[in-house]
Every structure is written in C-alpha cells, then in structure tokens.
C-alpha cells in the first residue's frame, strides 16, 4: 500500500458589505490513503439582509488526479459544481465542508470559496 501525504486546506472568504462570517479550516493528514476523501469543515454565519445566498469556488487549486467538492448550508454538490444558491435565515449558522478526493495520490488541494446576496 502506497504511503500518502495530503494536505488539503479550505479558506473561505466574504466579499461584500455585511459581517457574514466564515471560520475556515485547515485539514493536515499523513497517513495512507485509504479513505476516499478529505473532509475540511466550516461555520458559515449569515448576517447578510438576504436569506437566498450564492456561493461560487473562486480558486479549486488540486494536485494530478485529485478532485473536489462542495457542500453548502443546505446539499452537497458534484465535483463539477462552481456556484449554486443556498438558503440560510439572517443570523443563522452552518458548517459547510470542502471534500477532497484524492485518488491514492500524494497531492496537495485548495478551495476558496466566496458567499454573496446574489441581487
């Protein structure tokens, strides 16, 4: 069984006029690749005025091989989802989560990702 070294990292970031928040997560595995995909989970806060959001990957940076995922407030998507819409009451928290999957390789991944009120 081959060792694998991944590091796979999830920095989000807000663009825009509210204090909508994102506390990003950072996921460091050394070990071998017997899991399917990497997990990196997020809180997502909402204090825009809006509750339909949109979110859009801004930078999905993977190693040969690897392939990613995004899951909002509400359903995960498929590694060929970008942007989608979600919903998420003012004031209110979620996690989201970047996945990782990292075909047996070593690599290394990195999603940002930018909320905004799509109006």
């Known amino acids: 069984m081959k060792k694998c070294f991944t590091i796979a990292l999830l920095f989000t970031s807000l663009f825009g006029f509210s204090q909508s928040t994102f506390k990003p997560s950072t996921v ?4 071998f690749c017997t899991e399917p995909d990497i997990i990196a989970h ?7 005025n809006v509750t ?3 979110f859009i990957r801004i930078q999905n940076t993977l190693s040969s091989q690897w392939t990613s995922a995004y899951c909002d407030c509400e359903l ?3 590694i060929d989802t970008d942007t989608a819409d979600f919903f998420i009451a003012k004031g ?8 990782f999957y ?9 999603m940002q990702v ?6």
């Open 28 to 31: 460091f595995i050394e070990n």
């Open 42 to 48: 997020s809180t997502f806060t909402n204090n825009f």
């Open 52 to 54: 339909t959001l949109r």
């Open 76 to 78: 995960c998507h498929s």
């Open 92 to 99: 209110e928290s979620c996690e989201t989560s970047a996945h």
């Open 102 to 110: 990292p075909a047996n390789k070593k690599g290394l991944g990195v």
């Open 114 to 119: 930018k909320v905004f009120a799509p109006a």
